[in-house]
């Protein structure tokens, strides 16, 4: 029942489909193991959601040695960051272009840029949950910011 909405979650997280695939199981079983504490308070989705999540963030935990590559080793480089040029100038961006620009992001960047974008984390929260500083959260924020507006003006200047 909940799959079919949970694995494009985990695939916001992940590097690949299979990689999705496995934090969506291991996310499962984690609702399977904790269904008891359910409280009944809210949504049932919202809580296998944030299960899934706090799934994601503990793979991303267990395997950040090794995420820990270049942050711009997935972006084409150019020497310009395009940082004074306004994305809101182009039309005709679709969620899949933004889907494709935040895949590009290294992990670090894409993890922290989907917990405070797309979940609504804190600086706080998210520096707490993967055990980074504030600053360090704050910091690839504005990066993962850069490179996906650098990489949405390189795909629609093509």
């Known amino acids: ?19 999705a695939k ?16 359910y409280d009944f308070n809210g949504s049932f989705g919202g809580w296998v959601r944030r299960l899934i999540v706090n799934n994601a963030i503990d793979h991303y ?3 950040k040695k090794e995420f820990l590559i270049d942050d711009n080793s997935r972006i084409e480089d150019s020497d ?3 940082e004074d040029e306004p994305v809101s100038k182009y039309e005709g961006i679709s969620s899949e272009d933004i889907k494709f620009a935040i895949d590009k992001l290294s992990p670090a960047y894409k993890m922290v840029f989907n917990l405070y974008i797309l979940e609504g984390y ?16 704050k910091s690839n924020l504005a990066k993962a910011k850069a490179n996906v507006k650098k990489i949405l003006i390189k795909k629609l200047n093509r």
């Not at 291991?26 to 904790?34: L, M, P, R, S, T």
């Not at 804190?122 to 959260?137: F, W």
Request: charged share 30%.
């Open 1 to 19: 029942m909940y799959y079919g909405k949970m694995l494009p979650l985990c695939r916001r997280y992940a590097k690949n489909s299979d990689e």
């Open 22 to 37: 496995d934090i969506l199981q291991n996310g499962f079983i984690k609702v399977f193991e904790k269904i008891d504490k």
């Open 61 to 63: 935990r267990k395997h």
């Open 80 to 82: 310009k960051w395009y």
């Open 122 to 137: 804190s600086h706080q929260e998210i520096a707490d949950q993967l055990g980074v500083s504030l600053g360090t959260s």
